[in-house]
Nanobody, 120 residues
Framework: QVQLVESGGGLVQAGGSLRLSCAPSGRTLRTYTMGWFRQAPGKEREFVARISGNGIFTNYADSVKGRFTISRDNAKNTAVLQMNSLKPEDTAVYYC?????????????WGQGTRVTVSS
């Protein structure tokens, strides 16, 4: 049974930075696409960013382009979302997910989420 575990969430002031990490337990997912999603209070879950298994291809939501960077360290079996210039509208629970495909057709594994709160 694979579990994805997110870490790095917290409270930060607008303009600040946070670094989220996602690590699978149970097996390695080096060939899987890793994605980040978020869900703000009262809103539907939305796509944030994704990275291919080889780390070459990335996609971002327009709302985070130029501020967020997704990366992965397959040696450490970890995916990272570096979030800079944070805005109050980035406040949400952030989830990582893993898909066996690129581009992903479905995400097979999901984490429990880590909360990010950006104060104005």
């Amino acid at each position: 049974q694979v579990q994805l575990v997110e870490s790095g969430g917290g409270l930060v002031q607008a303009g600040g930075s946070l670094r989220l990490s996602c690590a699978p337990s149970g097996r390695t997912l080096r060939t899987y696409t890793m994605g980040w999603f978020r869900q703000a209070p009262g809103k539907e879950r939305e796509f944030v960013a994704r990275i291919s298994g080889n780390g070459i291809f990335t996609n971002y939501a327009d709302s985070v382009k130029g501020r967020f960077t997704i990366s992965r360290d397959n040696a450490k079996n970890t995916a990272v979302l570096q979030m800079n210039s944070l805005k109050p509208e980035d406040t949400a629970v952030y989830y990582c997910a893993a898909s066996p495909n690129w581009p992903p057709r479905n995400y097979e594994y999901w984490g429990q989420g880590t909360r990010v709160t950006v104060s104005s």
